[in-house]
């Protein structure tokens, strides 16, 4: 009986610490809203939504980075007001669980890998918006919104790529279940001593 009642208390916890990291999450999602609705430097506004969409990716997994991703295109969206609302969803919501994928099976969670992930995603969603929403409309002055728009939106969003992951990193680590921290560290132990042996 006194086993159960552990059992649930445990439960109990880790469902609480899960709904908090979520809540941190969305936290910081609607704080860079807010920046992007009002930008703190006006005609500069960095796309701060795409590295936390693949930040929060590489943490947490493919389902959840999935949803996370079209919700954080929504809002980008919508904060925009260029875009049809669901394009950048669409793109997020592609780039998210393939990005927690790769980081669950191919690559190791580091600040670089992060960097240059995101780099990536910017990248695709610069060139498609460049081509579907200022080509299309602009024609020949899309070179103009490439210099005064694009660069400065996207390149934000990779130049702010570290501290994002840095905070997202944080935030993970801090709700993470305890037994989770303690299976994490040992298996990192035995991965430096079998590297070790293998020198």
Not at 122 to 140: K, N, P, Q, R, Y
């Amino acid at each position: 009986m006194k086993y159960k009642l552990t059992g649930k208390a445990r439960s109990r916890k880790a469902a609480v610490r899960v709904f908090l990291k979520w809540l941190s999450y969305t936290g910081v999602l609607l704080f860079f809203y807010a920046i992007e609705c009002n930008p703190l430097i006006r005609g500069f506004c960095p796309l701060l939504l795409i590295p936390l969409a693949t930040a929060v990716s590489m943490c947490e997994g493919d389902l959840a980075a999935g949803v996370f991703g079209v919700v954080c295109g929504l809002f980008l969206d919508i904060a925009n007001g260029v875009t049809i609302v669901g394009f950048s969803a669409i793109l997020l919501l592609c780039a998210c669980p393939f990005i927690s994928l790769l980081s669950r099976f191919l690559i190791k969670k580091t600040f670089v890998s992060h960097l240059l992930l995101n780099a990536g995603a910017a990248v695709i969603m610069a060139a498609f918006d460049l081509a579907f929403t200022h080509w299309v409309w602009e024609g020949s002055q899309t070179g103009i919104s490439f210099v005064s728009v694009i660069l400065p939106a996207y390149g934000g969003a990779i130049f702010w790529s570290i501290p994002i992951y840095a905070l997202v990193t944080l935030i993970f680590t801090k709700f993470r279940p305890k037994e989770q921290q303690k299976l994490d560290e040992s298996a990192t132990r035995n991965e430096e001593e079998y590297d070790k042996q293998r020198e």
